[in-house]
């Protein structure tokens, strides 16, 4: 079992809709970290938390360190967003960072 | 600046062959490290190095060599090339650890045939 699970796999979603993305792990950790990566592209880091919440523009990831799960929402999607939303997890002590499988989200216009 | 910049972009190879994949990083960073993505799999990661002098294991070692003889460079040596090593490739940096902002570079697209 991966120890870093995402869900859903692939959405699909209209213009202007709000996104949800979710990341649930199952180790302790010191950050966690969303990335995106477009088709064919390279990797491109969004946020790095280790509490709570933040914001940059239309996206907010959440995360509750007691639950073991972060969120990725995008307000206002937009065809633009579509892209692979990778999440990773830091747990400190190894150095290494663990990878969830990535989300597929594709907005049409 | 230039961030980090993997060289080539894309290989074909025979089984058998060696190569090196390039990586370099002009932030000064010490935690570098080589990803290997497949489909329907997340990044795995195949070796890391905290600093100068100092790397180790990931997930998926077997078949691959680094060192770092410098802060800027984290070469990745395929010794014997297999078609199972066919993949994407993606080199990382970061300040210090996982702890850190992760940069990545733009990937190199291997084909062993």
């Known amino acids: 079992k991966n120890e870093v699970e995402q869900s859903p796999q692939n959405l699909t979603a209209q213009e202007g809709e709000f996104i949800t993305i979710n990341c649930s792990y199952s180790?302790?950790?010191?950050?966690l970290h969303w990335l995106q990566q477009h088709p064919g592209g390279g990797i491109v880091s969004l946020f790095m938390l280790s509490s709570g919440k933040k914001k940059h523009g239309r996206l907010i990831a959440t995360i509750n360190i007691q639950e073991k799960h972060s969120s990725l929402h995008i307000t206002a999607s937009h065809p633009r967003d579509s892209a692979v939303y990778i999440c990773?997890?830091?747990?400190?002590?190894?150095?290494?960072?663990?990878f969830g499988k990535g989300t597929l989200l594709t907005v049409n216009p | 600046n230039a961030g980090v910049t993997q060289t080539p972009k894309f290989q074909v190879l025979k089984t058998g062959q060696s190569m090196t994949l390039q990586c370099a990083q002009d932030?000064?960073?010490?935690?570098m490290s080589w990803y290997r993505q497949d489909p329907g799999m997340g990044l795995r990661l195949i070796h890391y190095?905290?600093?100068?002098?100092?790397?180790d294991q990931g997930e998926v070692p077997n078949g691959y060599n680094v060192s770092r003889s410098t802060t800027e460079d984290f070469p990745l040596r395929l010794l014997s090339a297999a078609p199972s090593q066919t993949s994407v490739y993606f080199c990382a940096s970061s300040y210090e650890s996982g702890m850190y902002i992760q940069y990545f570079g733009a990937g190199t697209r291997l084909s062993v045939l």
């Open positions: 932030m000064n960073h010490e935690y």
């Open positions: 180790v302790g950790i010191s950050a």
């Open positions: 190095s905290v600093g100068a002098g100092i790397t």
């Open positions: 990773a997890v830091f747990g400190g002590s190894n150095y290494k960072l663990t």
